[in-house]
């Protein structure tokens, strides 16, 4: 069996590959694209082209794709082979730096909001140097942005990159006030990866998970995660297996898999990643995702990234580990000393900032039709966007807003009892798990991403709002030195802490009284995607995204379209693989166990007239009267979705389905659970919630 540290990158075009085979002048070139954003010369490309083509060759690479994210937010790639005929029954393997650089996928066949008519198909992609290559089933994938033939970004990675560019530059003008000058300024990310895993046997007999990726019908299991047995629970034998095999091609593609354990629910687990570059780690956790897809089958299983696969059971979320780092110092880092650390006061200061300003940005950023059922249910964050900075950190911010004593809140050490056991030094920062945004140390959790997600959409906004903080902060403080710099930060600082003050909540998010405490504050709460969608449209938002160059306004329009689309679509779905459930499977069972019922009532009453059969009319009454709500239910959503769908206007169709169908939906499957729980376990007709999570 081969080391771990043997393995691990094996397959990755990385930076000790890279100095390995490039010659030291094209490798140094490389590396400053990569480091600091340098152009990137074609010569170069040629010859590292050349070098990547014998690498991937020699680990039994035969093709090449440009790996990219379109925005259906998945990820797309289309194979070429490596083959070049030579006209003589023979060929070679060929790549070139063009190859490399540049590839056409047809783009009219992508969500594009308007931007690309199915005639005008030719879009480009184009090699990202800073995300590592890598060699998947064969085929040597290369990270690349996507644009159209107009230059219109078309995916998700494009303005990723803008953002990070934005914060780095912003960044770096304020570490020149305090006398610093890195090469380069990025964000960090660890994404922790919830997800559940199921029988295929049992997967494949539900059209509702198949389709939607949820169950749209479902009673409640016996037994739930009341008794909280499964969180960090011993894991079972057959997901072990599949953990290590995850395991195992996911260092090889140099993805740090970190942690892996028992989440809350049953049949629930998460990976958690150790931080990467954030441009880098959304490639690896959109690799971890598919990973984990394809692997599950090996063991009979499937993995569901829904967000709410099962109702009333703890959905799966993708915590967002946020941070900002200058070579290797990590600038939300607090120090020993928070208070007398100036500099990680005003990045502090800045995301304090960020957040309140574009709180409904960074919901919208992560709203979508199965987040919906997750936020607020008592298991992930609320819908409303505030921050936990914890004990410490909240007594800074207070002693500066309302200029008192600071009085550190030192760490003291926690004696357990027992002579065996060690004393250990208790955190300063406890962890709100019911926080949108919590401050954890040293990073930012941001909680509300959904488990299905990818984490471009709402990084970009963080990235490019805190680079707008930042801006400000420069513009205000540049020409000041020395004393008057400080003294003119601390200002700075103070005032702007008290202008957003309203956004920091240190308390119990799922309680009814911050939801009334938040709308006094004036915070925003949108429950819905299709409430949460339009802000993305307004001038504030694009006047952001304008002015530091990652998205026009045409692109945010795009996108928005996109995004409304996406949702209305998926609802469709849904409301039509609920129709054809309801009426070929749920209806045809119920109706033959009455029948059945009946049967059994009339045999009886002939052979004996006296017998005593309350309970089985009662039954029998009880299953007509089922059906008759649920046919009741299955028309109204008939009405509505045809309603819905006969609406032009895009918005208003989401406010529609959002508004008037869900609510039949949720009506509809109410009807048809209530009879789950009466019907003969022989004629239900579709694996239950007993059956799914509590496999062997």
């Excluded at 009892?417 to 709100?432: E, M, S, Y």
């Excluded at 009880?622 to 509505?640: C, F, M, N, T």
Aim: proline share 4%.
């Amino acid at each position: 069996m081969p080391l771990v540290s043997d393995m691990y990158g094996s397959m990755v075009f990385n930076e000790h590959t890279m100095q390995e085979r490039l010659p030291s002048a094209t490798y140094k070139s490389l590396l400053k694209t990569m480091k600091e954003g340098k152009p990137l010369d074609q010569e170069v490309a040629n010859v590292v082209a050349h070098a990547m083509k014998e690498w991937a060759i020699e680990k039994g690479a035969t093709h090449y794709t440009h790996w990219f994210q379109p925005l259906s937010g998945i990820t797309s790639e289309k194979h070429d082979s490596f083959l070049e005929p030579l006209g003589d029954g023979r060929a070679i393997m060929s790549f070139s730096g063009k190859e490399l650089i540049q590839g056409e996928p047809d783009a009219s066949s992508f969500p594009s909001g308007g931007l690309r008519a199915t005639f005008e198909a030719r879009g480009y992609t184009a090699w990202d140097p800073t995300s590592y290559a890598f060699i998947k089933d064969e085929v040597l994938c290369i990270p690349t942005a996507f644009c159209s033939y107009t230059g219109e970004a078309l995916d998700k990675k494009t303005p990723l990159l803008r953002s990070m560019d934005a914060i780095d530059t912003q960044a770096r003008r304020v570490l020149a006030l305090f006398g610093e000058k890195p090469q380069r300024v990025v964000t960090t990310l660890g994404a922790e990866q919830e997800y559940f895993l199921i029988s295929e046997k049992e997967y494949s007999q539900r059209q509702d998970l198949v389709m939607c990726g949820r169950t749209l019908f479902g009673h409640a299991p016996l037994k739930g995660q009341e008794l909280e047995e499964h969180y960090f629970g011993a894991i079972r034998p057959t997901v072990n297996e599949f953990m290590k095999e995850l395991d195992d091609e996911l260092w090889k593609l140099g993805v740090p898999a970190k942690t892996k354990h028992n989440e809350v629910a049953p049949a629930q687990h998460e990976l958690a990643p150790i931080f990467a570059n954030s441009n880098r780690a959304i490639d690896e956790n959109l690799l971890t995702m598919e990973k984990m897809r394809l692997l599950a089958s090996h063991y009979g299983l499937v993995n569901l990234q829904h967000e709410k696969p099962f109702a009333g059971i703890n959905g799966s979320g993708k915590h967002n580990n946020w941070s900002i780092s200058a070579g290797k110092t990590n600038l939300l880092d607090p120090g020993d000393s928070p208070m007398d650390n100036l500099r990680f006061l005003v990045f502090l200061t800045g995301v304090i900032q960020a957040v309140d300003d574009y709180q409904e940005l960074l919901r919208m950023s992560i709203a979508s039709a199965g987040n919906d059922h997750r936020l607020g249910a008592d298991e992930a964050p609320p819908a409303i966007v505030s921050m936990f900075l914890g004990d410490e950190l909240g007594e800074v911010v207070d002693a500066l807003i309302d200029e008192h004593e600071y009085r550190s809140a030192d760490r003291v050490a926690v004696d357990l009892g027992v002579d065996a056991l060690p004393n250990f030094l208790k955190d300063n920062t406890d962890r709100n798990r019911t926080s949108p945004f919590a401050f954890t140390g040293n990073k930012f959790e941001f909680r509300m991403p959904g488990s299905s997600v990818n984490l471009s959409d709402c990084n970009t906004i963080l990235n490019t709002a805190m680079a707008k903080s930042l801006c400000d902060f420069a513009d205000a403080m540049e020409g000041k030195q020395g004393e008057e710099f400080e003294a003119a930060a601390i200002d700075y600082i103070r005032d702007t802490l008290r202008a957003h003050r309203r956004i920091i909540f240190n308390g119990d998010g799922y309680a009814t009284e911050w939801q009334e405490e938040a709308a006094r504050r004036g915070l925003a709460n949108h429950k819905n995607t299709a409430e949460a969608l339009p802000c993305f449209v307004d001038p504030k938002s694009i006047e952001l995204l304008e002015r530091f160059g990652v998205l026009s306004e045409t692109e945010i329009r795009s996108r928005y379209e996109v995004k409304l689309e996406k949702y209305s679509k998926l609802l469709n779905i849904e409301c039509r693989t609920m129709k054809r459930m309801v009426r070929r499977q749920f209806l045809p069972a119920i109706n033959g166990y009455a029948a059945e019922i009946a049967r059994n009532v009339a045999d009886i009453r002939a052979v004996a007239p006296d017998a005593k059969l309350e309970q089985q009319t009662v039954l029998l009454q009880k299953l007509l009267d089922g059906v008759a709500q649920i046919d009741e239910q299955l028309r109204l959503l008939i009405d509505e979705q045809l309603a819905a769908n006969a609406i032009q206007d895009l918005q208003e169709r989401a406010y529609a389905y959002a508004e008037r169908v869900i609510p039949v939906m949720d009506a509809l499957r109410a009807a048809v659970d209530e009879m789950e729980i009466i019907v003969d376990r022989a004629h239900w007709p579709v694996p239950t919630y007993n059956a799914m999570l509590f496999y062997v």
